[in-house]
């Protein structure tokens, strides 16, 4: 983990408040998934592109530190329009402070839709992996001391994990650990500042039995593909789709 105040003082306190936390509910024990209950994010990504759609995983995503205002929908009135609208998969906010979510959320979108859902949270410790069941965990490389431990950890339980990085360097930190899905974040981590060439630099240098998802700044069809066109597998899409009506904006990207 990188050192403090290296990151945008919104960043800065997005990790001070994840370091505070363990578990984020009451849950006793580890969670475990069934295998047979698992829904395979990179299947459903590959099953929407057959299907002619843009493999896009839709955000339920409250607020956060980036964006004007919150929305107060019931998360899972959300998570049925973006599905409604073709999302290949969604994922869901479980950080409370900064981004409105919680586990509950997560829970009661899981059990509402049958497309992969992913945890969006800013997991430090293995402790903390256990709030909630989900498809696919996010783990950020720049944040985590020890990736190989928590990735080992995440499948233990049963997860997909999508590791997430900036950087060739932290692509190489990814690969090393193992990550089958690896997830390029558009945003720069100290000024907030979004790049879609971010992606673009890193695109190429991940193999191609690595599932590449694009983050973050993607707004607009043009956009869409673009990333596409860099090599993207998926795109994760939260406030171009939270602003509006759900359903149409989630169907103007998925038809892009």
Known sequence: MNAEGEFAPAV?????????????DAREGRVSMDAHSVRSLADALARAESDGRVPLVAEVKPTSPTTDGSRTDDPVELARKMVDGGAAALSVLTEPEHFGGSPENLRRVREAVDVPVLRKDFVLREAQLDAVEADVVLLIVRFVDDLDGLLAAARK????????VHTRDELAVALDAGAEIVGVNNRDLAELDVNLETFE??????PDDVALVAESGITTPE?????????????????????????????RLVEA
């Not at 306190?13 to 994840?18: D, E, N, Q, V």
């Not at 593909?225 to 406030?239: D, I, K, P, Q, Y």
């Open 201 to 206: 630099s890193v695109a190429p240098a991940v």
């Open 157 to 164: 339980r049963g997860f997909q994990v999508l590791v997430e």
């Open 12 to 24: 800065e306190s997005i990790l001070r408040a994840a370091r505070s936390r363990d578990a984020l």
């Open 223 to 251: 956009d869409v593909r673009r990333m596409r066109e860099a090599g993207a597998n998926g795109l994760l899409v939260g406030s171009a789709i939270m602003d509006g009506d759900v359903t149409e904006n989630t169907q």
